[in-house]
């Protein structure tokens, strides 16, 4: 089967399709036949060699595809061969069959295309369990920064969806304008003195959480920008990982700071975030709170443009990459 490596570290050009044995589901695990696989940033790290995957996986990229179930290991008793999926991944997305654990497949959201479902479930997982950590509430201010990526444009209207008032970073006027069709109340240019534009924006009162991508780059704004109380949850090192913290500012404000990595997660743990999403994020696209992400369709074997696109000025929402 054919999948996309990167055997050596680099750019676009460094990714390759590299032809594989079809795996084999273990026990409690399924096969699955990918029809597209999610793009995340991650895959843009993991091909310029910052971010492996962890022990035991394969080297091949793909944190998320969807697929048709097409092969059950012992003991899988909740899925049947034909049905639609989506699945999330600690790697080898981009295969043409991937297994994973049980727990790990959702169905689809009900009426969305199966393609363009390919990439919701990473971006689902990854803030649902993050505002869960922190306990994002109905009438708090939420912060995500880069509100027109895939991230940010998920957690924007998730945020909404849960009664939030909504600020968001980007960093030009196409996508501020994009954040704000997505709901957020306040699209802040990231060039400019966005903490002073938070102040002013919630009457002073600052941010309730923050859920920030930039890592150290952005600590001694955030956590000015942080209300009493405030909860900051780190799920991004875009701006480096070393940063300088005055805990005097976060004790003041009895302020908090977390960071997660979904990929890691045990077994367990991702189980109960996917069936979380499915129970909680399924209803709202159902209903209309959340819209798809806009998504633009890569055919599986142009990879390479695929990662050239995540990574230019124009790029917002999401690609998938789908199988011919
Ligand atoms: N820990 C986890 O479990 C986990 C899971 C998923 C994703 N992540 C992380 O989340 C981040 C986003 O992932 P993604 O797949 O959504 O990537 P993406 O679609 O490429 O989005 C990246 C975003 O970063 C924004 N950005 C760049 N420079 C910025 C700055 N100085 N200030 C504010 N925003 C800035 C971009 O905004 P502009 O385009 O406007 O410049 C863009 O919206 C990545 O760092 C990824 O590694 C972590």
């Given at each position: 089967m054919r999948t996309i490596q990167?055997?050596?570290?680099?750019?676009?050009?460094?990714?390759q399709i590299v032809e594989t044995d079809r795996p084999v589901p273990g026990p409690g695990e399924v096969l699955v036949r990918v029809v597209a696989s999610g793009v995340n940033r991650a895959d843009v790290l993991q091909r310029e060699g910052h971010y492996p995957p962890p022990p035991g996986f394969p080297d091949i990229l793909g944190l998320e595809a969807a697929g048709v179930v097409e092969e059950l290991g012992e003991g899988v008793s909740d899925w049947q061969p034909g049905q639609e999926c989506l699945v999330l991944l600690a790697a080898a997305g981009y295969s043409e069959y991937v297994t994973a654990p049980a727990g790990q497949l959702v169905p689809p959201p009900p009426g969305m295309d199966l393609v363009d479902a390919a990439g919701i479930l990473e971006v689902a997982a990854t803030v649902v369990s993050n505002m869960d950590l922190v306990h994002l509430s109905p009438g708090e201010v939420f912060l995500v920064h880069g509100g027109a990526g895939g991230i940010g444009s998920f957690a924007i209207q998730y945020a909404k969806a849960l009664g939030c008032t909504v600020l968001t970073t980007a960093g030009s006027a196409e996508k501020l304008d994009y954040c704000r069709t997505l709901g957020a109340d306040h699209a802040l240019d990231y060039h400019e003195d966005w903490v002073a534009a938070v102040k002013e924006a919630t009457d002073g009162h600052g941010v309730d959480v923050i859920l920030d991508i930039m890592g150290a780059k952005y600590l001694p704004q955030n956590v000015r920008a942080l209300a009493k109380d405030g909860r900051q949850v780190t799920i991004g090192m875009q701006g480096g990982r070393k940063g300088e913290l005055d805990m005097g500012i976060l004790l003041n404000k009895r302020a908090s700071i977390h960071a997660t990595s979904?990929?890691?997660?045990p077994v367990a743990q991702k189980a109960a975030i996917c069936a979380r999403v499915a129970e909680v994020v399924w209803p709202m696209l159902a209903d209309g709170r959340i819209q798809p992400l806009h998504t633009e369709r890569v055919p599986f074997g142009d990879v390479r443009r695929a990662h050239e696109m995540i990574s230019a000025p124009g790029h917002r929402g999401k690609i998938v990459l789908v199988m011919d």
């Open positions: 990167a055997p050596e570290p680099g750019g676009p050009e460094a990714l979904l990929r890691g997660r």
